[in-house]
């Protein structure tokens, strides 16, 4: 698998530095054209409401790369500009925006910073228009998994469900197994995404370990306002174990009402979302034993180029960076790869060099991210699980997933859909 135009003795160790300070690809490269106008990408997303941060550190993650493309010279004196645009949560919005930045501000190439909500509206608008979109946020397998949703000008750079309930399932199935819980219930948000999560969390959850048995659901819809309900039916059935793909403000809000429900002292949670550092920080009081698979943590890889990364981020937003905030900087990390390796800003000529392409990362499992060919999205990844503990690091005993596990089982599952 080729490494996207690592050729040169010491570029490795550059891209590697560049990433982690905010000075990305500061590197020679050819001129092939004498146009000086902007290389504009839009950028929708969800940039106000109650998980604004969502789209608040998309922005940020990307604009850092961004600015020191521009900062280094661009392509042959060539800047990008990045527009971003709220749709406020709601698909027909995204879709709207994505015609707008494409139709009015010029835009040739999309960074879909949409969740999964928006971002099959958004697929249908690339789809139609033939633009080059990068997907940075939404993690529904299907969004590339599935041959007839997938577009050979759209690409995806953010962790996906299928690979989060592999991981998670074999965790917990070894948690169960060794603490007797045998009842399990689920709390995931109403829409394609809290139902594909919970539904395959389930299911590799039983293949290992088949004693499990799920005893019922609750559906809370997206930013609802209260959660009474959803505990109380749990307090009533009564499981072992609970699972949420709930996230951001909302699994605040489910955590702080049940922790007046004294609910965590009754169940074992298992919360995928639980450890980002918005949730971990904005929860009232942190209950300590919640199991959770990593969104973002500078401790996880534990590399000095994560850390190193991390600590850029902060100093310059004053905030530490979101799951959402390393998707949108490989993503853009990726473009700007690709614009430097074409030397060129046409959506077909950037999408064959995407395909395949190798990259150093602080967010690889073992210091690369991969985008695979054959469905045009990111693999070796890092991904582990840990315990919550009420103060920083937050996250402890982190376990690694190993990705030739996660191959394997994603292929049984593909052809098991006939998308194989």
């Known amino acids: 698998m080729a490494h996207s135009g690592f050729g040169r003795p010491g570029r490795r160790s550059v891209l590697r530095a560049g990433l982690a300070t905010g000075a990305t690809l500061a590197l020679p490269f050819v001129a092939r054209g004498a ?4 290389i504009r990408i839009g950028q929708p997303s969800i940039l106000s409401g109650r998980i604004a941060q969502l789209g608040i550190s998309s922005r ?9 493309f521009n900062a280094a010279g661009g392509l042959d004196g060539r800047t990008i500009e990045l527009i971003s645009r709220d749709s406020k949560g709601k698909p027909d919005e995204a879709a709207r925006v994505v015609r707008e930045l494409i139709n009015n501000d010029g835009c040739q190439i999309i960074l879909d910073s949409e969740a999964s909500s928006g971002a099959f509206a958004v697929q249908e608008v690339v ?15 299907s969004l590339t998994a599935d041959p007839k949703i ?20 074999s965790y917990a199935a070894g948690i169960a197994k060794a603490q007797g819980l045998k009842r399990w219930m689920t709390c995931s948000p109403d829409y394609v995404y809290g139902r594909d999560s919970s539904s395959e969390f389930l299911d590799y959850l039983k293949l290992f370990e088949p004693s499990v048995e799920a005893v019922g659901a609750t559906w809370p819809k997206l930013f609802a306002p209260d959660y009474t309900e959803n505990v109380t039916r749990i307090l009533e059935t009564k499981p072992q174990a609970l699972y949420s793909a709930l996230y951001s403000g909302d699994l605040v809000s489910f955590i702080d009402q049940g922790n007046l429900y004294g609910l965590f002292d009754q169940v074992k ?12 920080h904005a929860v009232k009081k942190l209950p300590a ?17 994560n850390a ?26 990726f473009l700007v790869e690709a614009i430097r390796k074409t030397g060129s800003d046409d959506g077909k000529v950037l999408a064959g060099a995407l395909r395949g392409m190798t990259v150093e990362s602080p967010f690889g499992a073992k210091g690369t991210v991969t ?32 990705w030739t596990v996660i191959t394997a089982r994603e292929t049984e599952w593909k052809k098991q859909k006939g998308w194989a």
């Open 35 to 38: 146009s000086k106008q902007p």
């Open 150 to 169: 997938r577009a050979a000008n759209a690409f995806r750079c953010a962790r996906q469900v299928l690979h989060d309930s592999i991981v998670g399932g």
């Open 60 to 68: 940020n993650a990307a604009q850092m790369v961004v600015d020191a």
């Open 308 to 333: 190193e990364w991390s600590a850029a981020y902060d100093k310059r937003y004053s905030v530490l960076p979101l799951n959402w905030a390393w998707q949108n900087a490989l993503a853009m990390q």
């Open 269 to 280: 949670f298992f919360a995928i979302n639980m450890a980002d550092y918005t949730t971990l």
């Open 289 to 305: 034993g919640i199991y959770s698979c990593n969104r973002y943590l500078s401790t996880f890889p534990a590399t000095k180029a």
């Open 127 to 141: 789809r139609e228009t033939g633009t080059l979109c990068i997907h940075a946020d939404s993690e529904t397998t």
């Open 371 to 402: 985008m695979r060919a054959e469905d045009q999205t990111i693999v070796d990844y890092a991904i582990g699980w840990g315990v919550t503990i009420p103060q920083a690091p937050f996250v402890e005993g982190m376990e690694p997933a190993d």
